[in-house]
């Protein structure tokens, strides 16, 4: 199975920059695609963005122009950019990805605003 480590969660002002990342334990070469999803305490989850083995990238409506997503295939990593930050997107961010044998979950980054 893939386990996947995120990191880069933290403190942000509202309309500040945060880069997330996603480092899997072993390389990412049979992955069908991989996901940033977010969960604020009580609510569900929301699928922010995902890319695919073939380069196909969604976002959220919520999002879209304001996060990028990316990744390393050599360091086994996956990137969440995250701009113009708001109250909104300061729930547990998690990285997932979907392969032949199903699909593996982090344990999640915290992103918390500030005034």
């Known amino acids: 199975q893939v386990q996947l480590v995120e990191s880069g969660g933290g403190v942000v002002q509202p309309g500040g920059s945060l880069r997330l990342s996603c480092a899997a334990t072993r390389n990412m070469f049979d992955i069908y695609s991989e996901a940033w999803y977010r969960q604020a305490p009580g609510r569900v989850c929301e699928l922010v963005s995902a890319?695919?083995?073939?380069?196909?990238?969604d976002y959220a409506d919520s999002v879209n122009d304001r996060f990028t997503i990316s990744r390393d295939i050599a360091k086994n990593t996956l990137y969440l950019q995250m701009g113009a930050l708001n109250p909104e997107d300061t729930p547990s961010y998690f990285c997932?990805?979907?392969?032949?044998?199903?699909?593996?979950w982090g344990q999640g980054t915290q992103v918390t605003g500030s005034s």
């Open positions: 890319i695919t083995s073939g380069d196909n990238i």
């Open positions: 997932s990805v979907h392969y032949e044998a199903g699909n593996g």
